[in-house]
């Protein structure tokens, strides 16, 4: 497996530009961050979440107000919430946790102030929406994709990539960033790092996707089959 420390010595072997040293770790973190958030792809898709970043957290609803910050390290895609008991809450009809319109249209009060046992619930930006408002606080589990933990001592490694594609991913996206921060040398050389490693990066992400399969959220049966894909038919 790549550490910090090998990813950070193949990348200045190719910059072979001592003003970008201080800014590679950071660098490299950032790069595990983008491929972690999604990248678009050639075929204008977006690469699926890296399945080693799947996880479980909690959060405490408010009494006050309809909405909670999710976990810090959520980074994306809420594949299911629960209630204290594991019981699910289900999206809006006709759509998923991100059809904030569509929770908002099937809210009984639109200012969102209805208190009471939470029936809905729905993900915009880094908030947990939910209605109604419980008059006591209670815990909501949700399964999700986290941001990868910052690489911080020389041997810490990229645990969520696949190992074989850690050094190609990561060496180029960060090659092809910061080739495109500088004035490469003569008029008919310029441009050529960017193309190069932009290119040599694609491949590795399209061998990435290929790899952890295309990530599609579970159907469960009992949910409205409006937007269960079928399964009630």
Known sequence: METLSTLSEAISDII????????????????????AGGIYMPDK??????????????????????????????????????????VRYSPPPGGDYYAFKLFLNN???KT??????????AIKGNKLYYQGIPTA???????????????????????ELPEHLQLRLIKHYVCKE??????EDGQDNAGVGV????????????????????????????DDCSQDGGVCD
């Open 16 to 35: 072979q530009d001592s003003s970008f040293t201080s800014t590679i770790n950071k660098r490299i973190n950032d790069a595990r961050v983008a491929i």
């Open 45 to 86: 898709s977006i690469s699926p979440p890296l399945p080693d970043l799947y996880k479980y957290g909690t959060v405490d609803t408010s009494t006050t107000l309809p909405y909670v910050s999710l976990p810090s390290d959520y980074q994306r895609k809420v594949t299911m919430i629960v209630d204290s008991a594991g």
């Open 107 to 109: 809210a009984s009060d």
């Open 112 to 121: 969102l102030a209805e208190t009471g046992s939470i029936y809905r619930v």
């Open 137 to 159: 606080a209670e815990t909501i589990g949700l399964h999700y994709y986290s941001r990868p933990v910052d690489l911080a001592v020389d041997g810490d490694i990229p645990e």
């Open 178 to 183: 910061i080739f495109g921060e500088m004035i």
């Open 195 to 222: 193309k190069y490693h932009t290119g040599k990066f694609m491949e590795a992400m399209l061998e990435l996707v290929e790899f952890i399969g295309t990530d599609g959220e579970p159907q469960y049966y009992g």
